[in-house]
């Protein structure tokens, strides 16, 4: 079974820059889960999706931050107009249904400068 | 809300000895508790889970951990580590309904030859 594939592995912005960060989850897999995890930290939760629906993102910063499953595969994590403090991994999970244990990806490191 | 804490950010033992990686938890009703374990670089992969039944769960690689209600814990142990076990090892925390793992700030365990 092929994993969760995230891209890019990299990448560095200016200020205000835009980026957009891609994954595709287990197949099959209905749950997927987009975490922050900022350097020697934890994950943090920023939005999950059951099939195509937002399930959860009041830990999304709506003004910068958007997040889409459209057809319930593929997701897409956008942030408008960086900051330094986006800097992190963004890491992709998914699983089957909300309590089973979890795919991640190798994340997207950013550095905004 | 379901909070997690891992008290210990630094570990460090020998090859070949045993280590107990400490979690707590809270969280009033029935819970579904996790440990992952992040190489440097890559993602988070998941080893063990405890939702019901028996409170020692068997993992992969040798580890264990053992659910404890009346500590609020859910310890991560092995009995003999090799140098390959050096890395992040994170508890996660949901409420059994079915919600997101709420990640703990992660030990980071180092083994040394």
């Known amino acids: 079974e092929a994993g969760v594939t995230q891209s890019p592995r990299y990448a560095v912005l200016q200020e205000g820059q835009a980026v957009s960060f891609w994954c595709d989850p287990i197949?099959?897999?209905?749950?997927l889960y987009w975490y922050q995890q900022p350097r020697d930290q934890g994950p943090q939760l920023l939005v999950y999706?059951?099939?195509?629906?937002?399930?959860?993102n009041s830990q999304l910063p709506s003004d910068r931050f958007s997040a889409v499953r459209p057809k319930g595969t593929n997701s897409t994590l956008k942030i408008q107009s960086a900051k330094q403090g986006d800097t992190a991994t963004y890491l992709c999970?998914?699983?089957?249904?909300?309590?089973?244990?979890?795919?991640f990806g190798s994340g997207t490191r950013l550095l905004v400068i | 809300t379901q909070t997690v804490s891992q008290s210990d950010a630094h570990v460090t033992v020998f090859e070949g000895d045993s280590v107990e990686l400490r979690c707590n938890y809270s969280?009033?009703?029935?819970?579904?508790l996790s440990w992952y374990i992040q190489h440097h670089g890559h993602g988070l992969q998941f080893l063990l889970k405890?939702?019901?039944?028996?409170?020692v769960v068997q993992g992969v690689n040798g580890f264990e951990a053992e659910f404890s209600k009346s500590d609020s814990s859910f310890h991560l142990r092995k009995a003999s580590v090799h140098w390959s076990d050096s890395a992040v090892y994170f508890c996660?925390?949901?409420?059994?309904?079915?919600?997101?793992?709420?990640f703990g700030t992660g030990t980071k365990l180092q083994v040394v030859p």
């Open positions: 999970a998914s699983s089957r249904g909300a309590n089973s244990d979890y795919t």
């Open positions: 197949s099959g897999h209905d749950t």
């Open positions: 999706f059951r099939d195509e629906a937002v399930i959860d």
């Open positions: 969280y009033g009703g029935s819970i579904y």
């Open positions: 405890y939702y019901s039944g028996n409170p």
């Open positions: 996660a925390v949901s409420a059994n309904s079915g919600t997101y793992q709420r």
